[in-house]
């Protein structure tokens, strides 16, 4: 009895931790509005389900270009394929590799290659990533950041008290700002709104099927397809397109996070 108490009180204090490398296959989502926000999925309305998204189906580059964690696109043949990796991919220049894969970058030779920070030189070195005076380098971790950089990762750093922080769930005062906080480069720790204070998580038995998925960053689904019956479960998917999320920053894929709602925006 004695531990059971004292494990409930390390929960409330500290949180509820999920691990962010699993991800749900698209047919364990019963919910469209989880559907639609998962990368690689879409929505079939006729058969009411979760599919993978098959990209030599799409017909426009700008289509296969939203799917980009799953699909590229063939500027030759004009074409939209399954992505496998930006080495796979030819190309010249930047432009020729992005709109293949906007993921993709170009330093020299005939191949693409991954979208990391540490290719960019100083003059190039894109928002997200940090430039250090001497190189440009994937975002570290909040502690890390000066206040500059830190105002730019302001949707997951926080600076208080002369350092960079990582937000705690008590940081935000709004239900819409409460939803999950950075933990470390491969966990989250999922946030509730306890009708008057935004704190931590204590279990996904809190969630309703509206807050499962946004409040988990996608690695909880709803066990249902009826939105007031079921229970908040946890993805035991593919990891296909799992990378730590300081990688996910530093390519700026925040952004998209952001646009389809998982990532809270300060």
Same mark, same amino acid.
């Given at each position: 009895m004695e531990f059971i108490i004292v494990s409930l009180?390390?929960?409330?204090?500290?949180?509820? *931790? *999920?691990?962010?490398?699993? @991800?749900?296959?698209?047919? @364990?989502?019963?919910l469209q509005a989880e559907c639609v926000s998962s990368l690689g999925c879409r929505w079939?309305?006729?058969?009411?389900?979760?599919?993978?998204?098959?990209?030599?189906?799409?017909?426009?580059?700008?289509?296969?270009?939203?799917?980009?964690?799953?699909?590229?696109?063939?500027?030759?043949?004009?074409?939209?394929a399954t992505f496998t990796s930006c080495?796979?991919?030819?190309?010249?220049? *930047?432009?020729?590799?992005?709109? @293949?894969n906007p993921m993709c970058l170009w330093v020299s030779g005939n191949s693409c290659i991954d979208y990391d920070c540490q290719n960019f030189n100083l003059n190039s070195c894109p928002q997200f990533c940090i430039n250090t005076g001497t190189a440009c380098e994937n975002f570290p971790t909040c502690e890390k950041l000066n206040q500059t950089y830190c105002s730019i990762y302001s949707g997951v750093c926080n600076w208080n008290s002369n350092r960079c922080q990582n937000y705690e769930c008590s940081n935000f005062v709004t239900i819409s700002q409460c939803q999950f906080v950075m933990e470390s480069e491969n966990t989250i720790k999922p946030c509730y709104w306890n009708q008057t204070q935004c704190i931590n998580a204590p279990d996904a038995s809190v969630?309703?099927?509206?807050?499962?998925?946004i409040q988990t960053a996608g690695k909880y689904h709803w066990s249902s397809n009826n939105s007031t019956a079921g229970t908040c479960e946890q993805c035991y998917g593919s990891s296909q397109i799992y990378e730590p999320l300081t990688q996910y920053l530093s390519k700026g894929l925040i952004l998209n996070i952001i646009v389809v709602g998982i990532f809270m925006v300060i």
């Open positions: 009180l390390l929960i409330s204090t500290f949180g509820w *931790v *999920v691990k962010i490398e699993n @991800q749900c296959s698209c047919s @364990q989502y019963r079939n309305i006729n058969s009411n389900l979760c599919l993978d998204i098959q990209c030599n189906s799409i017909k426009t580059q700008a289509e296969c270009l939203q799917y980009s964690q799953s699909c590229s696109f063939n500027y030759s043949t004009l074409t939209c080495k796979n991919l030819s190309g010249n220049t *930047v432009s020729q590799c992005q709109i @293949q969630f309703n099927a509206n807050q499962c998925f």
